[in-house]
């Protein structure tokens, strides 16, 4: 297996994507559980060695295992390729178990780097191509599932006992099922590019796509709608069924931050102190 380059601060939030909120050159401005201050991108949406993993234990193994027989025949080939990744990266040496995983992620996000840019500028032109919307599909999948708030809680289908469980378990199941199924979702989905023509910028943050059907209380969402802000302007809408029109009111830009804010584990990030005040 290769060696893989040795990163340290690995963001789970993809920090080129953050650079559309920069001012200054690579400032942001951030309100972390009140605390107001503005750094660079390296700094923010970042944790140390985030993605290191440890070898599976012989229960997650086996409940990984059991969750793929519940899939459809033509699922397990993809399902058993990233549990073997996960295997192979977990028991290979030092080097892999601290980085494998922080390669895959800027792999994808660089295969999505193009589609972004084009976002940005106010088109979605780029998505009416099968391959490009199928691959920022399963980035979207990947973004929503592998962030802190994602790796905390349990998994309701498991059932109750004593197991050897490690705490990268859920992140785990993630990687494999979760991210996934969110992918092929989208890629079936209907797309709006939202344009904000108000004074009041989108503001994003350590969770950002998020689903806006979802209280974020700890029940569970009846429905589902997929919000993703790409800068201060632009922002996409991803429906099952319908699309949105252009451009939104200011009571739709306000809404749509404060579910940001409400979805956030510990972070708000935004170009302007004010947007990310009172948060």
């Known amino acids: ?20 909120w920069c001012f200054e050159g690579n400032k942001v401005w951030c309100n972390r559980d009140g605390k107001i201050f503005n750094t660079s991108t390296e700094n923010v949406a970042q944790e140390r060695r985030f993605y290191e993993i440890t070898p599976l234990t012989k229960d997650e193994l086996g409940f990984i295992e059991a969750g793929i027989e519940k899939y459809p025949k033509e699922n397990h080939y993809v399902l058993k390729l990233k549990l073997k990744n996960l295997i192979d990266y977990s028991s290979y040496n030092d ?44 980035f979207l999948g990947m973004q929503y599932t592998r962030t802190p708030k994602y790796r905390k809680g349990r998994i309701n289908c498991l059932p109750e006992g004593r197991f050897q469980i490690s705490d990268n378990f859920l992140f785990y199941w993630n990687y494999v099922f979760f991210s996934d199924d ?36 700890n029940t569970l969402a009846k429905e589902f709608r997929l919000y993703y802000p790409i800068s201060p302007k632009f922002a996409l809408l991803i429906d099952g069924k319908e699309t949105f029109d252009n451009p939104i009111s200011t009571q739709e ?27």
Request: hydrophobic fraction near 35%; aromatic fraction near 12%; proline fraction near 2%.
């Open 253 to 279: 830009v306000l809404f749509y931050n404060d579910k940001i804010k409400q979805a956030r584990e510990t972070l708000i990030i935004g170009s302007q102190k004010n947007a990310i005040e009172n948060a």
């Open 95 to 138: 080097n892999t178990r601290k980085n494998a995983m922080e390669s895959e992620y800027a792999d994808m996000e660089q295969r999505t780097v193009a589609i972004l840019r084009s976002l940005r500028d106010g088109s979605m032109d780029v998505l009416n191509d099968d391959f490009y919307k199928i691959t920022f599909s399963i």
């Open 1 to 20: 297996m290769e060696r893989f380059n040795d990163v340290k601060k690995q963001h789970y939030v993809w920090e080129y994507y953050l650079k559309a």
């Open 182 to 217: 969110i992918g092929s979702w989208i890629s079936s989905a209907k797309m709006s590019l939202l344009k904000n023509e108000s004074d009041i910028p989108f503001i994003t943050g350590d969770q950002p796509v998020i689903n806006i059907k979802s209280d974020y209380d």
